[in-house]
């Protein structure tokens, strides 16, 4: 069974950068050819931010993330943090390349939130 899990939320202060940590285990290498972060904010639908291939690397993001945030396949790097930023944050694993479709994401993390006080 493939196990996916987050780490590395909190508190940062609008501007700063915060580290989330994503580890996928168990399973076949073909059950999670992708990994990606997903983000919900506060009264609002869970949204895609940023995919990786985990054998190809190739990236993607969402608009309003790129340029500061970068993925990898363990983490996501935030950068120039705003408030806008707040949100419970989850890391998914998937088989379906490039997708940013909750429904291509098969397992997911627990979530951990990251708040960007205005």
């Known amino acids: 069974q493939v196990q996916v899990k987050e780490t590395g939320g909190g508190l940062v202060q609008a501007g700063g950068s915060l580290r989330l940590s994503c580890t996928v285990s168990?399973?076949?290498?073909?059950?999670?050819?992708?990994t990606a972060w997903f983000r919900q904010r506060p009264g609002k639908e869970r949204e895609f931010v940023a995919g990786?291939?985990r054998i190809s690397g190739w990236t993607f993001y969402e608009d309003s993330v790129k340029g500061r945030f970068t993925i990898s396949r363990d983490y996501l790097q935030m950068n120039n943090l705003n408030p806008e930023d707040t949100a419970v944050y989850y890391c998914?694993?998937?088989?379906?390349?490039?997708?940013?479709?909750?429904?291509?994401?098969?397992?997911w993390g627990q979530g951990t939130q990251v708040t960007v006080p205005s």
């Open positions: 998914a694993a998937g088989s379906t390349p490039n997708s940013r479709i909750e429904a291509a994401y098969k397992y």
């Open positions: 990786i291939g």
């Open positions: 168990g399973g076949l290498v073909s059950d999670y050819v992708i």
